[in-house]
């Protein structure tokens, strides 16, 4: 992206008085940025900015977040309007390709997804090796790690068409890796795949059938289970997908890139914020005692936080957990579940909401906070619900990935630091140690 001339920042250096010109770049929408890409070339001196709170990493055109008015685009869509009106497919074809897909399109992209559902059989040796009770997302990070080992002709990055091959497996894997990580754990056979079910009807199959009777797929919730998918489905530059973004930066393969955003997704200030919900519901136990963790939450002192409340970027109500709160309503009551985690929940919301505290900070429910009520009402396991989110997640990074793999001016992301330590000193024989 070409900086626009007219517009530049000046920094002065006011121990020299000396005076440097920053370029202002303009993006489509959302705030302009200064080019510092010279400034220490220039001045000397790095930014400064751990965490990454005012700095833009990358240009990208995928997702556009506004925080304020908690607006999420993918390739201009609304996530609203991409929840209700079309299913994860499309949404995976509209991220990686820039456009929502025709009814060819869609019905090849559908299919090339289908065909790439399988696994290399010795791939399941893996899972032999876990521990039953090890958490699926250690798993995951192993075995998606692995997959580079078994798709070899699908790892060199410098090629379009190995890029294409691999970002069609990862998305298409994803649901039988995972289904195979649950079933691993409670001890059931693997479940292979079949060509004749959608995306999210074979994740379900996978995962809830078992070989001695035949399994029905209902459809709410498989459309639930579509919608989840969708609003997890990509984020703009978030922790996650900045990690794929560096490791795919050396070159690495998109296999080992996207094990390690299933790392980074797996803490609980990011993706493992839906299965740290729900403990905090069941600590929590009852709406009397809703004050207490209230006032924990508020208390310095206390490091305990309001798992699924506040974000990084949304200051406003993050989009996602409108919707999820809607999905949330109908499949609790199509599956006529009563959970009081549910009304304990919405009571915590409501609290949370009124609290001058948590207004000052800006701290509304995020993606995580219903999405845990919902996978437990669809029959999964807590230490299911990161998985579900790195299944999802996984066509962001690989749409995230291809873009900077893309981007002509791509170099390896290398940050400097400021640097507190020692300076140089003599080296101190062990006799001479105090
Ligand atoms: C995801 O980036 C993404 O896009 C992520 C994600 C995606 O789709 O990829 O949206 C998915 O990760 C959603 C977030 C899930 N995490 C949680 O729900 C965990 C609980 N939330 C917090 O850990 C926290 O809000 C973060 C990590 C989400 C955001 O942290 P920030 O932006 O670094 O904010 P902060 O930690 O600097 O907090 C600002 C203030 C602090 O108080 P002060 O030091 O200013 O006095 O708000 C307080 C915090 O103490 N605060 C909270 C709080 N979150 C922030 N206080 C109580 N409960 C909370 N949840």
């Given at each position: 992206?070409?900086?626009?001339?007219?517009?530049?920042?000046?920094?002065?250096?006011?121990?020299?008085?000396?005076?440097?010109?920053?370029?202002l770049?303009?993006?489509?929408?959302?705030?302009?940025?200064?080019?510092?890409?010279?400034?220490?070339?220039?001045?000397?001196c790095?930014?400064?900015?751990?965490?990454?709170?005012?700095?833009?990493?990358c240009d990208?055109?995928?997702?556009?977040?506004?925080?304020?008015?908690?607006?999420?685009?993918?390739r201009?869509?609304?996530?609203?309007?991409?929840?209700?009106?079309?299913?994860f497919?499309?949404?995976?074809?509209?991220?990686?390709?820039?456009?929502?897909?025709?009814?060819?399109?869609k019905?090849?992209?559908?299919?090339?997804?289908?065909?790439?559902?399988?696994?290399?059989?010795?791939?399941?040796?893996?899972y032999?090796?876990?521990?039953?009770?090890?958490?699926?997302?250690?798993?995951?990070?192993?075995v998606?790690?692995?997959?580079?080992?078994?798709?070899?002709?699908?790892?060199?990055?410098?090629?379009?068409?190995?890029?294409?091959?691999a970002?069609?497996?990862?998305i298409?894997?994803?649901p039988?890796?995972?289904?195979?990580?649950?079933?691993?754990?409670?001890?059931?056979?693997?479940?292979?795949?079949?060509?004749?079910?959608?995306?999210?009807?074979?994740?379900?199959?996978?995962?809830f059938?078992v070989?001695?009777?035949?399994?029905?797929?209902s459809?709410?919730?498989?459309?639930?289970?579509?919608?989840?998918?969708?609003?997890?489905?990509?984020?703009?530059?978030?922790?996650?997908?900045?990690?794929?973004?560096?490791?795919?930066?050396?070159?690495?393969?998109?296999?080992?890139?996207?094990?390690?955003?299933?790392?980074?997704?797996?803490?609980?200030?990011?993706g493992?914020?839906?299965?740290?919900?729900?403990?905090?519901?069941?600590q929590?136990?009852h709406?009397?005692?809703?004050p207490?963790?209230?006032?924990?939450?508020?208390?310095?002192?206390?490091?305990?936080?309001?798992?699924?409340?506040?974000?990084?970027?949304?200051?406003?109500?993050?989009?996602r957990?409108?919707?999820?709160?809607?999905?949330?309503?109908e499949?609790?009551?199509?599956?006529?579940?009563?959970?009081?985690?549910?009304?304990?929940?919405?009571?915590?919301?409501?609290?949370?909401?009124?609290?001058?505290?948590?207004?000052?900070?800006?701290?509304?429910?995020?993606?995580?906070?219903?999405?845990?009520?919902?996978?437990?009402?669809?029959?999964?396991?807590?230490?299911?619900?990161?998985?579900?989110?790195?299944?999802?997640?996984?066509?962001?990074?690989?749409?995230?990935?291809?873009e900077?793999?893309?981007?002509?001016?791509?170099?390896?992301?290398?940050?400097?630091?400021?640097f507190?330590?020692?300076?140089?000193?003599?080296?101190?024989?062990?006799?001479?140690?105090?």
């Amino acid at each position: 992206m070409s900086a626009d001339k007219r517009n530049s920042f000046t920094l002065t250096d006011n121990r020299t008085g000396e005076s440097f010109e920053m370029p202002l770049m303009d993006g489509k929408v959302g705030p302009s940025v200064i080019d510092v890409r010279r400034l220490y070339a220039q001045t000397g001196c790095f930014t400064y900015d751990p965490g990454f709170t005012s700095t833009a990493s990358c240009d990208s055109s995928i997702t556009y977040i506004d925080g304020d008015k908690g607006v999420l685009l993918h390739r201009g869509y609304s996530i609203e309007e991409l929840a209700s009106k079309s299913d994860f497919m499309e949404v995976c074809y509209l991220l990686l390709n820039g456009e929502l897909p025709n009814v060819e399109e869609k019905e090849d992209f559908s299919k090339k997804i289908t065909y790439h559902t399988m696994l290399h059989e010795q791939v399941m040796n893996f899972y032999r090796g876990f521990r039953r009770d090890s958490h699926p997302m250690a798993v995951m990070v192993g075995v998606v790690g692995a997959l580079s080992a078994f798709y070899h002709d699908s790892t060199d990055v410098r090629d379009p068409q190995q890029r294409l091959i691999a970002s069609h497996r990862l998305i298409a894997k994803m649901p039988t890796l995972a289904a195979m990580a649950y079933k691993y754990s409670i001890g059931q056979p693997f479940v292979y795949p079949r060509n004749d079910l959608s995306y999210s009807e074979n994740f379900l199959h996978m995962t809830f059938s078992v070989p001695t009777e035949e399994y029905k797929v209902s459809p709410v919730l498989a459309r639930a289970m579509d919608r989840i998918f969708i609003l997890h489905a990509d984020h703009e530059q978030n922790a996650s997908t900045s990690t794929v973004r560096i490791a795919g930066s050396s070159g690495a393969n998109p296999f080992a890139c996207i094990a390690a955003g299933i790392a980074s997704l797996w803490g609980p200030a990011h993706g493992g914020a839906n299965e740290a919900v729900l403990q905090m519901l069941q600590q929590i136990g009852h709406k009397d005692r809703i004050p207490e963790f209230i006032e924990r939450a508020k208390d310095k002192n206390d490091p305990f936080r309001l798992m699924g409340f506040g974000h990084r970027v949304y200051k406003n109500y993050d989009p996602r957990a409108a919707v999820m709160r809607e999905s949330c309503h109908e499949v609790l009551a199509e599956l006529n579940v009563d959970d009081p985690l549910l009304e304990l929940a919405m009571e915590l919301e409501r609290i949370a909401l009124s609290d001058p505290y948590f207004k000052e900070k800006k701290l509304f429910p995020n993606v995580d906070f219903y999405s845990g009520i919902i996978l437990k009402a669809m029959g999964f396991p807590t230490s299911m619900f990161t998985v579900l989110f790195a299944l999802a997640r996984t066509v962001g990074w690989v749409a995230q990935w291809n873009e900077m793999i893309e981007d002509p001016m791509q170099k390896i992301s290398r940050p400097r630091q400021l640097f507190l330590g020692e300076d140089k000193r003599d080296f101190v024989p062990m006799d001479q140690r105090k």
